[in-house]
Nanobody, 121 residues
């Protein structure tokens, strides 16, 4: 069992920045960030391999968001810059041995409970 706890969400104006953190009980997994806006399905935001050597991003956040991890601290990060109102959502971190599961949001083993990000216009 891997426990994941997100933090860092809040209210920010459009164009602003936030950094999300996800504290993990075990950092030996591939990990990712996902989000779910009201009335919409959960969507992929970014993923990172357990070593941190490979990352992938949704087209909607490329160039604005950066995923990173510090395995010594068992923590995953999402730096979000130039935020837009359409980035408003609950953001979740997740972990899985299978990178494909994370990328396709298919049978992911472990999820956090989420942190709310609200971007005002």
């Amino acid at each position: 069992q891997v426990l994941l706890v997100e933090s860092g969400g809040g209210l920010v104006q459009a164009g602003g920045s936030l950094r999300l953190s996800c504290a993990a009980s075990d950092s030996s997994y591939n990990m990712g960030w996902f989000r779910q806006a009201p009335g919409k399905e959960r969507e992929f935001v970014a993923i990172i391999t357990w070593s941190g050597g490979t990352t992938d991003y949704a087209d909607s956040v490329k160039g604005r968001f950066t995923i990173s991890r510090d395995n010594a601290k068992n923590t995953l990060y999402l730096q979000m810059n130039n935020l837009k109102p359409e980035d408003t959502a609950v953001y979740y971190c997740a972990a899985d041995e299978r990178l494909r599961s994370l990328r396709l949001i298919d049978g992911i083993d472990y999820w956090g409970k989420g942190t709310l990000v609200t971007v005002s216009s």
